[in-house]
């Protein structure tokens, strides 16, 4: 079965440093997103994206957040000048078009800012 | 009006129970609703998904309840096992320049052997 995978799985980065999280979605879907879930809370939507752009992002994902799909396979989440509270697991997600289509999750990079 | 409410927080069930998690939303332009289950230190997988045109959807000992006109949803695991211990978010999803999902707050099932 196709998966949505996330390099990396763990990562440990000092405050104030950027870091940036890749993913690969499934090959044939064009909706990609990135949700957030902090330890023990609920899953968190910060930005999907379509066609090359932004389609949608929550009140969570700032300046600080920036998304890009360099080449055709690979998504990536970068967050510049971490805090602590960016601590969270960070799913990667994609999607076929259209409502009802399952959003296929990874399995996460888990990120501690210290 | 984009929230989903889940409950209960956390679920004890034994053995061969039935675990029922309740979920409502606001927004009427919900047009679908997923069930994801969730390990620890993995991703929401999903187990089963229902359209608000159907009132239940069962998938082998998942059934999803729809009540359309309370804006209710619920998730029936039947014979639980301990297997099914793990965390269950229920979430709601239309069209608004995207397809997002707006996730409910988890439940916690434990199941006893």
């Known amino acids: 079965e196709p998966e949505v995978t996330q390099t990396p799985s763990h990562q440990v980065t000092q405050m104030g440093q950027e870091v940036i999280l890749r993913c690969v979605p499934i090959?044939?879907?064009?909706?990609f997103y990135w949700y957030r879930q902090i330890l023990g809370q609920k899953v968190e939507f910060l930005v999907s994206?379509?066609?090359?752009?932004?389609?949608?992002k929550s009140e969570i994902f700032d300046d600080q957040f920036s998304v890009e799909r360099p080449d055709g396979s690979n998504f990536t989440l970068k967050i510049r000048s971490t805090k602590l509270e960016d601590s969270a697991m960070y799913f990667c997600?994609?999607?076929?078009?259209?409502?009802?289509?399952?959003?296929?999750f990874g399995e996460g990079s888990w990120l501690t800012v210290v | 009006q984009q929230q989903v409410k889940q409950s209960p927080q956390s679920l004890i069930v034994q053995k061969g129970g039935i675990s029922i998690i309740n979920c409502a939303y606001e927004?009427?332009?919900?047009?679908?609703f997923p069930w994801y289950q969730q390990f620890p230190g993995k991703g929401p997988a999903l187990l089963i998904a229902?359209?608000?045109?159907?009132s239940e959807k069962k998938e082998g000992r998942f059934t999803i309840s729809f009540n359309k006109s309370a804006k209710q949803f619920s998730l029936h695991i039947m014979d639980s096992q301990p297997g099914d211990s793990a965390t269950y978010f229920c979430?709601?999803?239309?069209?608004?320049?995207?397809?997002?999902?707006?996730f409910g707050t988890g439940t916690r099932l434990k199941v006893l052997a």
């Open positions: 994206f379509y066609n090359n752009e932004i389609s949608e």
């Open positions: 229902i359209r608000p045109d159907v």
């Open positions: 090959s044939n879907h064009l909706y």
């Open positions: 979430a709601a999803s239309g069209y608004s320049g995207t397809y997002k999902y707006i």
């Open positions: 927004n009427t332009a919900f047009d679908y």
């Open positions: 997600a994609s999607s076929e078009p259209g409502s009802g289509n399952t959003i296929y």
